[in-house]
């Protein structure tokens, strides 16, 4: 390969302009259609974004399951474990993202880094996850507002209609609206948690109505580890690995500021701070979240039994158990208008990160490139028309019936996550090895991940483990299936890995793509646009910071770091 040139489209884009000329001619026909993003995200909105994609109604509602399930010690260390080795995927992204930040976001990184076909297969397993992720989250918020107005009374499509369309107009009008509505939908999110593990740790201490200190007590008895699909050790074990999946469920989403680098202002500075700070905030609010909630919930508890039963609203959400426990009577229905906050987030950034993967595909050349076009606000408007379009299933949920099929298409969700994160570590494995042979170390760098390649190891095996267990009940014999196979709950299960893997040997055979070498991986196309325009940037900022001075920059830096 000759240097400085390459397979791959090259993105120039200008702060101001946003318009793109691409390299080698990869649209010819086409130039006068802008194929680029803004770069409008500031690093308040990419920090909250980050925050925001880590908590949601698999914080707030899937963690009574869990304890349930497994008990309180269990569902800690699962959490803990699992915050952990995503942090570690976390700063493997981070490390190519602040490298090479463009607007084809991880499965650029695995075409250029590893293997096209990896790249492919990577993109369309996100890009699947989100279409089917999207129109989930619109049910759930129409769930939600059931709680104030049943089915029987209006038919939940109204609502999903009403959310859809809100949706799409947020995010056609541009990424720095749909910026600004995350950060303080995301600054909601925090606040919501934050008062839940206050209230948590008030109610421990026994300063809800009923004056009862709890501490540790449900520890000891019912427990701290419930037995589940066995009995004695094995039984505590698996009660802990199906935790495991859960806590999955609960993270996936926050590797979603490698979708946000493209769109970025200076996203060298901002997305290892963002990753930073992450950790902490990710082990702040699910480590003590659900260590609180196992002070105050016993996993045995019938109102907890019962809450397992509801519907995605503040019925279903240990929280409101742990208070009705204590005796509170107001909070639940304000929990619910946050739960519906929670649900409407998601279901606009979903939708924002769907368009961007598809995006990303076309301008690597593994999807139709209309799909790249944008228009002058940077928006892709081809891609955010074919993915709102595919929100349309969520009127499955109108029906019963359709809901129980459509339910089994969520279940695809986890295993398209965690086959993401394993794409992931292992593109930064050869990122490493790649950049190590080009004699690239880390002080050319601007993020490495702390325990470099090493941490990718260790967190590979953990998902891949994980990826073939998660749906081990199937295997495990009980009274509701009689001694049947659920053959369902499999196929949904783990139908992605061979939809995986076929897409990456399917895409080796025809297009006959080889796995990068070391020394020919592509580590400089495109870079010297970027830096030219994060010089710009910081000139440009620079210049206002002089003119304006310094006047509440202290103030607002440290309200920026306490969230």
Known sequence: MEYGKSEYPVERAQYGEGITISDEGTYPDRLHHHVALKRDLEARHITMIAIGGAI???????????LAAAGPASIFIAYTIMGVIVFLVMCALGEMATWLPTGKNFAGYASRFCDPAL??????????????????????????????????????????????????????????????LEFWLSSIKVLVIVGLIILSLILALGGGPDHDRKGFRYWNNPGAFKESHGSGSWGRFLGVWSSMVTAVFAYLGTELVGVTVGEAQNPRKVIPRAIKLTFFRILFFYCISVLLLGMIVPYNSPQLVFANKQASNAAASPFVVAISISGIKVLPGFLNGCFLIFTFSASNSDLYIGTRTLYGLALDGKAPKFFAYTDKRGVPYWSLAFCSTFCLIAFLNVSDDSRTVFLYFVNLVTIFGLLTWISILVTHIFFVRARKAQGIFKDSMAFTAPLGVYGSYGALVFCIIIAFTKNFTVFIPSPSTYGNFDYKNFITGYLGIPLYIIMIFGYKLIMRSKMVRPHAADFYSGKQEIDDQEAEFLRQKAEKKAMKGDRGGKLYRLISWLF
């Open 119 to 180: 790249g492919f297969s990577l993109g369309y397993t996100y890009l699947f996850k989100y279409l089917i992720t999207t129109p989930n989250q619109l049910t759930a918020a129409a769930l939600v507002i059931q709680y104030w107005c049943p089915r029987d009374r209006v038919n939940p499509g109204a609502f999903i209609a009403v959310f859809l369309v809100v949706i799409i107009f947020i995010n056609y009008f541009g990424v720095r609206v749909f910026g600004e």
């Open 56 to 66: 949601g109604t698999g914080l707030i509602i899937g963690t009574g399951a869990a």
